[in-house]
């Protein structure tokens, strides 16, 4: 059963435009959500997170947002760059405070 | 420089043997994890520690086993029995689990493969 999930396996962005990632969580009890930035055969960073308690995060190109009614939260990358072609996890913790992760978005950022 | 470290890279045993990753963090951090990751599957959790001479099972612990007996060092072993070995495994650390969210810093991973 999974937790958190991420429907779009792949998703193609023109440079300078904005990347939207999608997350939806069944799990209401989950208290904190984080996006993680994967590159190929290294270990996923820490991207940006948000509290259950707010419905925005902004930091520099990237803004997360919840929805908590919709158990739905995405990940706006504005504008693109071509470095921002890598795999995107979300990921959320639960109240045993694992952290549970999706199944992984690969954005490509076409020139 | 803090941070977490994986060795080696890349790894390679022959089937039925068993195999030792090691994991490194000097970030001072309490709770330790290992996933695998593989095509199409995420990140999957193996097994996690919240403190030293003490973990628990993951989503997929079958077939692997884990020691914490040092703060620093979370070593992950892959035994014979676990049928589908090869894969890229990640290590992460975390501040304790009453820190007020739980970011985790992941080392670059090693990649097993078991012929």
């Known amino acids: 059963d999974q937790q958190v999930k991420q429907n779009s396996p792949s998703l193609s962005v023109q440079e300078g435009r904005i990347s939207i990632l999608n997350c939806d969580y069944t799990?209401?009890?989950?208290?904190?959500f984080l996006w993680y930035k994967k590159y190929p055969a290294e270990g996923p960073t820490f991207l940006i997170s948000?509290?259950?308690?707010?419905d925005k995060n902004e930091d520099g190109r990237f803004t997360v947002f919840l929805n908590k009614s919709a158990k739905h939260l995405s990940l706006h990358i504005v504008p693109s760059q071509p470095g921002d072609s890598a795999v995107y996890f979300c990921?959320?913790?639960?109240?045993?405070?694992?952290?549970?992760f999706g199944k992984g978005t690969r954005l490509h950022i076409l020139p | 420089d803090g941070g977490i470290t994986q060795s080696p890279k890349y790894l390679f045993r022959k089937e039925g043997q068993n195999v030792t990753l090691s994991c490194e963090q000097n970030?001072?951090?309490?709770?330790m994890y290992w996933y695998r990751q593989d095509p199409g599957q995420g990140l999957r959790l193996i097994y996690y520690?919240?403190?030293?001479?003490?973990?628990q099972k993951g989503d997929i612990a079958e077939g692997y086993s884990v020691s914490r007996e040092k703060k620093e060092s979370f070593p992950l072993t892959v035994t014979s029995a676990q049928k589908n070995p090869t894969a890229f495994y990640l290590c992460?650390?975390?501040?304790?689990?009453?820190?007020?969210?739980?970011?985790?810093?992941f080392g670059p991973g090693t990649r097993l493969t078991v012929l």
């Open positions: 992460a650390s975390s501040t304790s689990h009453d820190s007020s969210y739980n970011e985790q810093f």
């Open positions: 799990n209401s009890m989950f208290d904190y």
């Open positions: 948000i509290s259950s308690i707010k």
């Open positions: 990921a959320a913790r639960n109240r045993d405070d694992k952290i549970i």
């Open positions: 970030l001072n951090h309490d709770a």
């Open positions: 520690s919240q403190i030293v001479n003490d973990f």
